[in-house]
């Protein structure tokens, strides 16, 4: 976990960002103008949103050119294409496909977790949370299990050897 250096016109700026399922994060300090900032979300992939409250911050301390608002539009913009070409690889999860994955797995970043079938609906329960899930197949061709409801919508798991694999 370290700390990244850089300038942003002319501002030396201390920062680091984080993600992580469910949530992202923005850290930054100007140190030689004694201020810093932090971010927390409650949105997971919210780079393009934290990135722009940064650049608003600086806009307002330091009097600068109006680049947030269109930043952060941009950034809505390409996130709506590239969750629209994701979803056309998204497909309900067919029996064939399922019938051998059922069962109870161990994910080193998730624990136990059991794919099911709940009355109609195929679902991932890892104790604490469920999703229905569907089969999500690559650009590469890798087949993947993705949860399609919250909390952790479009979460990615490979299927490997009763092991499932955050992808």
């Known amino acids: 976990l370290g700390l990244f250096l850089s300038t942003d016109h002319g501002a030396k700026v201390v920062h680091h960002a984080g993600n992580m399922l469910g ?3 923005d850290l930054f300090m100007l140190p030689d103008h004694d201020f810093g900032v932090v971010v927390l979300t409650n949105a997971g992939s919210a780079n ?3 990135s722009a409250i ?12 109006a680049e947030a608002r269109e930043n952060l539009t941009t950034s809505i913009e390409r996130g ?22 059922l069962g109870a797995y161990e ?25 229905e899930i ?6 590469d061709g890798t ?11 479009g ?13």
């Open 23 to 25: 949530f992202t994060s």
């Open 48 to 50: 393009g949103y934290t």
């Open 54 to 65: 940064r650049r608003a911050f600086l806009e307002i301390v330091f009097d600068g050119k």
């Open 80 to 101: 709506k294409q590239a969750r629209e070409q994701e979803r056309a690889l998204v497909k309900p999860a067919d029996d064939e496909w399922i019938k051998p994955l």
């Open 107 to 131: 994910s080193s970043e998730l624990g136990r977790i059991e794919i099911r079938r709940k009355d109609k609906l195929l679902v991932l329960d890892a104790g604490e949370w469920t999703s």
């Open 134 to 139: 569907a089969k999500k197949v690559d650009r």
């Open 143 to 153: 087949v993947k299990i993705m949860t399609v409801q919250p909390p952790y919508a």
């Open 155 to 167: 979460l990615e798991l490979l299927p490997k050897n009763k092991e499932l694999i955050l992808d």
